[in-house]
């Protein structure tokens, strides 16, 4: 692929960044993917607005502004030839030429910023229609699920469990309480209302997410967005995950237990058709 890095195209495979740079040694940095469908970014606005906002929670500044980063984003989509990909981007808080731990100051130091394009995961109709496995597992990560942080090995631990056990993702358990997937957002419907855990801390407040929460008002299917014990999984009449990269994609077993009737469910099928007219207008 092509990639673009502090301001210039490049093939990805020649980018290069300093050892000394804080994400590699802190994972002192924030990420956000814009899914692309036939070469047209989906809700590109969304995405940016949260990119602002986890560089505000880590005390960074906005490197681009949003009209650079939508023209950016606009050339490495036709650089890599358009297609439905995913628009990977990394911003870090640079290098500098002593690892400390508090940041270092910002006239001294000049932030990585960094971009490419990846192929989507594609899932073949037959798949979708069987609906997928998960497992769920304690939510050992840390306490600001809110930023969109590259800190992501607890993610990748916990993915790992799901990906061992040939299961799609790994639904996590905060105290008893759902919280999310490793990269996905959960939702389960219960006698044909929609239930999804609230965006807090615990949470990254997923941009599919918050269109599906739409689209179901739209539908009018009932919202409700509230704490959810982990126990109501195992409840429900559907469960499905949302992510930019899947979609929204059926969940029909959790850790071996048959999710109502083992069959991806009639509410996640006619949100599943709306979302998909909203990746084609
Ligand atoms: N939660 C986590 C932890 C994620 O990594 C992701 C996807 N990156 C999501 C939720 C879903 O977010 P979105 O719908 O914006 O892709």
Known sequence: PVAWLNGEFLPQSEARISPMDRGFLFADGIYEVVPVFAGKPLAIEQHLIRLTQSLESIQHPNPLSIEQ???TIEQLIE???GGDIGVYIQVTRGSY???THQFPPLENTQPTVFMTASSLPAFS???IGNGFHAITSDDFRWGRCDIKSVALLGHCMLRQQSFEQDAIETLLEKDGWLTEGTSSNVFLIKDGRLLT???DLRILNGIT???VIDLAR???IPVEIRDIHIEALFKADEVFITSSTKDLLPIVKIDNKTVANGQPGPIWEKLTQTYQQLKSQ
């Open 79 to 81: 650089k890599n030839g």
């Open 218 to 220: 739209q539908a009018d």
């Open 209 to 211: 997410r918050q269109l």
């Open 97 to 99: 030429q002593k690892r």
């Open 125 to 127: 109709a037959e798949a």
């Open 69 to 71: 980063w939508t023209t």
């Open 197 to 199: 855990p609230k965006a």
